[in-house]
């Protein structure tokens, strides 16, 4: 029995016409990047993978994290007839029709089907009770993907036959990887155009994709294709190199072929929003932090958002914004308000508890009361002075009124 589902995933990484991030799936565990915490070697989902026992599973998380990538991997490797249904498109009806081919499929062939079912949460109770038998019997192998947290949106007799592993976003590293992949590869990438790729933009496209591969690649892409090709005029004798369009002589003797120079404004406009100058180990950072908190001092609430709107739009650290704000209300607001520093470390554990993007709103919180709190770095400069002292002068011994009481004793007790 035929599927119909069976000749779009044959033909989908090789059509020209496909998303580049569709063209540049991983056809290996070997081109897989990220989510090393379950598929380095050693690591139980890999292991399961090789040796051909992997149980029905649901992958979990974010976007572009590579779940559809992941199956599509496995069933690879497993020898398994891969079939892909959508959790918001598809009906009992549907559903039904694939069960009775993968059970015909493993009677007549012995070959196993994988079930990719694509944003399960979606599915009704009775559309994943339906499931259920043959997942049981083994007639197919169910792999789920949804964004949302298993425990909570799919049928847990359906999550009880499965083993649940949660994806991670991919970092600023692992996606200009994938960039750096794509640029190189003729034949399903963009190998065959000449990009000339500043690491500014390459680094812009890695961080304003927030982890997702599919909207980096896909952004790379958009770019590469948009952006006017220039040639150069490399003659004997010339000293300067000559550019003009790709459509102005490109093929004429002496020219060479047109190059795409993919710079930061172009990495802007392909992922439709701006770079923000900001060096998380350079004097960018040092100053952004420097204006922020001298803001506060100031009491200057408008000035003090807007240095930590920068800082957080530009990637910085929230635990180590959390970090100078509680520094900021013991040194700066000390003993004029002494629930400002009780809110600080309220506010350092409220970000870690709920993590980005909802930090920033404590964050928030905490800025506009320490710019709005009393001022006073009275204690702070008495330890100066203290220090000072203890620095330039003669260290002093502990008077005898100060010291501790020593009582002997008692050998009975």
Not at 247 to 266: E, K, W
Not at 373 to 380: D, I, L, M, Q
């Amino acid at each position: 029995m035929q599927d119909l589902f069976e000749e779009a995933q044959d033909t989908e990484t090789a059509n020209t016409a496909a998303p580049l991030a569709t063209r540049m799936r991983p056809r290996s565990l070997e081109e897989f990047v990220g989510q090393e915490h379950i598929l380095a070697p050693g690591k139980l989902l890999r292991r399961a993978i090789e040796a051909d026992r992997l149980p029905s599973v649901i992958f979990y998380g974010p976007p572009g994290s590579g779940k559809t990538t992941l199956a599509r991997v496995i069933a690879e490797m497993t020898h398994a007839k891969f079939v892909r249904i959508s959790g918001v498109e598809s009906n009992v009806a549907e559903m039904r029709r694939v069960l009775a081919a993968a059970t015909n499929r493993l009677r007549t062939s012995g070959q196993k089907t994988i079930l990719f079912v694509d944003e399960i949460h979606h599915f009704n109770k009775a559309q994943q009770d339906i499931l259920l038998p043959d997942v049981e019997a083994g007639n197919l192998r169910l792999i789920g993907a949804t964004t949302y947290n298993p425990f909570f949106y799919v049928n847990s007799a359906l999550v009880s036959r499965s083993q649940v592993f949660r994806l991670e976003p991919l970092s600023v590293q692992q996606l200009e990887q994938l960039i750096d992949r794509a640029l190189a590869d003729k034949e399903r990438g963009l190998g065959n155009y000449y990009v000339k790729m500043d690491r500014e933009a390459r680094r812009h496209l890695a961080k304003l994709s927030d982890g997702d591969a599919r909207k980096c690649l896909n952004a790379l892409e958009i770019g590469v294709l948009t952006t006017p090709a220039v040639a150069e005029r490399i003659g004997v004798g010339h000293s300067k190199r000559e550019k003009r369009s790709e459509g102005a002589g490109v093929n004429a003797p002496g020219y060479s072929r047109g190059i795409i120079h993919f710079t930061l404004a172009v990495a802007e406009e392909s992922i439709q929003q701006k770079a923000v100058v900001y060096d998380r180990d350079g004097d960018a950072h040092y100053d952004t932090i420097s204006a922020f908190i001298k803001s506060m001092r100031a009491s200057d609430e408008k000035n003090a958002m807007y240095w930590l709107a920068k800082m957080l739009h530009a990637g910085e650290d929230f635990r180590f914004i959390a970090r100078r704000i509680v520094i900021f209300a013991s040194e700066d607001v000390g003993l004029a308000d002494a629930e400002a520093l009780q809110l600080a470390i309220a506010t350092q554990q409220a970000v870690e508890f709920v993590g980005m993007p909802e930090a920033r709103i404590p964050l928030a919180h905490a800025t506009a009361y320490m710019c709005r709190a009393a001022k006073s770095r009275e204690a702070f400069e008495s330890l100066n002075a203290a220090t000072e002292q203890i620095e330039a002068e003669q260290t002093k011994a502990v008077p005898e009124r100060l010291k501790n009481r020593r009582f002997p004793v008692n050998p009975k007790s």
